[in-house]
Nanobody, 116 residues
Framework: QVQLVESGGGLVRPGGSLRLSCAAS?????????MSWYRQAPGKQRELVAR???????KYGDSVKGRFTISRDNAKSTVYLQMDSLKPEDTAMYYC?????????WGQGTQVTVSS
């Protein structure tokens, strides 16, 4: 069973930065997976934050373009989300997902709270 473990969330002031990590228990096939970060705020639908393919092509949600950067380290089976210029509206539970062919896995999430 594949496990995804997110870390790096916390409380940060507006304008601050956080770096989320998602470590996957996928070894040799990790590079084949499309890795994504989603977020869900209370009372709102889950939305795509960022995605990186096996070829390292990236896609970002409109609300985070220019502020967030997704990257991956295939040797460590880890995907990162660098979040800069954080805003209160970025407050949400952030989830990591891994997808390949008909495989689709999700982590438990890490809370990000942006508040002064």
């Amino acid at each position: 069973q594949v496990q995804l473990v997110e870390s790096g969330g916390g409380l940060v002031r507006p304008g601050g930065s956080l770096r989320l990590s998602c470590a996957a228990s996928i070894s040799t096939l990790f590079s084949m997976y499309t890795m994504s970060w989603y977020r869900q705020a209370p009372g709102k639908q889950r939305e795509l934050v960022a995605r990186i393919t096996s070829g390292s092509s990236t896609k970002y949600g409109d609300s985070v373009k220019g502020r967030f950067t997704i990257s991956r380290d295939n040797a460590k089976s880890t995907v990162y989300l660098q979040m800069d210029s954080l805003k209160p509206e970025d407050t949400a539970m952030y989830y990591c997902s891994a997808a390949w062919v008909n495989y689709d896995y999700w982590g438990q999430g890490t809370q990000v709270t942006v508040s002064s």
